[in-house]
């Protein structure tokens, strides 16, 4: 994950990185976790990468404590530059947590939340998402995802289909996956899919 975090972000003062995209993305993201996050509750962040998507989002969302994590030391310091910054409460410290570990350092949550991450990661890591969210949340609890998804085995925009090439130049396990592939796999983990970018746990 540290070489698709230096694809996305440039390094800011006082360990903060900054990632161009969260400016485009956060509200239109914001819209749809108001709806799906209305109940107070712990959401977990998986891969939050710079953390200004937590920042954002705890701000917005005050009735939810928002646990950042990211695997790479770099980006935790990153989200505990933004957070310092901000100053929430709702706001979490950032944690250590790899989303293909069989373990992770949290055991409940009332929503996971991951944003631009399986396709820039191993596949392992996406099945180690949805079996994690799987262990952590409960019934009916959502998992929503965030990223450029193909439908159908077809690019939703053009600019997708660029994207989605030149993250196979480079690196051949990164992709724009195909939606219905992500929810799945792997089997039995009780998340049904809802809409392109959203599933729930149902046992």
Do not use: K
């Not at 920042?55 to 770099?74: C, E, G, I, M, Y």
């Not at 910054?85 to 009332?110: C, Y």
Request: hydrophobic share 45%.
């Amino acid at each position: 994950m540290a070489q698709g975090l230096s694809l996305l972000m440039a390094a800011s003062f006082d360990s903060a990185l900054t990632a161009p995209a969260v400016a485009r993305n956060r509200d239109p993201i914001l819209a749809v976790l108001r709806e799906v996050l209305a109940a107070p509750g712990t959401v977990l962040e998986i891969a939050s990468g710079s953390g200004e998507h937590a920042v954002h989002f705890a701000s917005a969302l005050p009735q939810l404590v928002w646990q950042p994590t990211d695997p790479d030391a770099q980006a935790r310091r990153s989200i505990a530059a933004h957070a310092a910054q901000a100053r929430l409460p709702n706001l979490l410290p950032p944690l250590e947590l790899d989303a293909a570990a069989a373990v992770w350092p949290v055991t409940q949550a009332d929503a996971v939340v991951s944003i631009n991450m399986i396709h820039i990661a191993p596949w392992a890591a996406a099945e180690g998402l949805l079996a994690g969210a799987a262990r952590l949340l409960p019934a009916g609890s959502p998992l929503y995802l965030y990223g450029p998804y193909r439908e159908h085995g077809r690019h939703t925009a053009p600019s997708n289909a660029a994207f989605d090439e030149s993250l196979r130049a480079r690196d051949p396990a990164w992709a724009c996956v195909t939606s219905t592939r992500s929810w799945r796999s792997p089997r039995g983990t009780g998340l049904r899919y809802s809409v392109p970018s959203r599933c729930r746990r149902t046992t």
